[in-house]
């Protein structure tokens, strides 16, 4: 049964560093697929923020792409989030996901999910 | 505003049969690039109700359906439950924006 779960502080001040950790269980992150990580802010939609291959291989949202980092450590089953320069506009509940095919990043639905974690920017 | 579009809400009678749309365009639906549908409930991660169109994952029931023509998709659900009262979101991919693009959602209301 594969599972995911994020970590990391629930509250971030303007213009600091987000950063997240999603921890997989059940699956090898290293036997494929592109990782992902998507939020949702409160009461509103969902947005893609970027997409991590084992190898380290990285596609991003072009909107947030100035401001994130997608990283993968497979020794701890782990793939991360950093966004930067955090303003308002950044508090979400963010998920990591997994897609239902492991042959590309982009043209694939996710399966698995993280339970997801708020994150509130204030000061 | 979401690339995909999609009825802030829809609703029906238990039993009934509804369908939500996604409006795409010439860059993401109408290149080809595959949809994919999400129930959510309050409170819960995105489930994966559609991939690929028309396909449901293990474990869905039949009651729900997707399908594709041109620039938009469809999600059917036949036998409306209580307990399908959610929100729906389309997804695909934009080659213009190269980015994973998710519609605005649809809020079910079952009467």
């Known amino acids: 049964q594969v599972q995911l779960q994020e970590s990391g502080p629930g509250l971030v001040k303007p213009s600091e560093t987000l950063s997240l950790t999603c921890t997989v269980s059940g699956y090898s992150i290293s036997s494929g697929y592109y990782w992902a990580w998507i939020r949702q802010p409160p009461g509103k939609g969902l947005e893609w923020i970027g997409s991590v291959y084992h190898s380290g291989s990285t596609f991003y949202n072009l909107s947030l792409k100035s401001r994130v980092i997608i990283s993968v450590d497979t020794s701890k089953n782990q793939f991360s989030l950093k966004l930067s320069s955090v303003t308002a506009a950044d508090t979400a509940v963010y998920y990591c996901?997994?897609?239902?095919?492991?042959?590309?990043?982009?043209?694939?639905?996710?399966?698995?999910w993280g339970q997801g974690t708020l994150v509130t920017v204030s000061s | 505003q979401s690339v995909l579009t999609q009825p802030p809400s829809v609703s029906g009678a238990p039993g009934q049969r509804v369908t939500i749309s996604c409006t795409g365009g010439s860059s993401n639906i109408g290149t080809g690039y595959d949809v994919h549908w999400y129930q959510q409930l309050p409170g819960t991660a995105p489930k994966l109700l559609i991939y690929g169109n028309t396909n449901r994952p293990s474990g869905v029931p039949d009651r729900f359906s997707g399908s594709k023509s041109g620039t938009s998709a469809s999600l059917a659900i036949t036998g409306l439950q209580a307990e399908d009262e959610a929100d729906y979101y389309c997804?695909?991919?934009?080659?213009?924006?190269?980015?994973?693009?998710f519609g605005g959602g649809t809020k079910l209301t079952v009467l």
């Open positions: 996901a997994r897609p239902h095919s492991y042959s590309n990043w982009n043209d694939v639905g996710f399966d698995y």
């Open positions: 997804q695909s991919y934009d080659t213009s924006l190269r980015v994973v693009v």
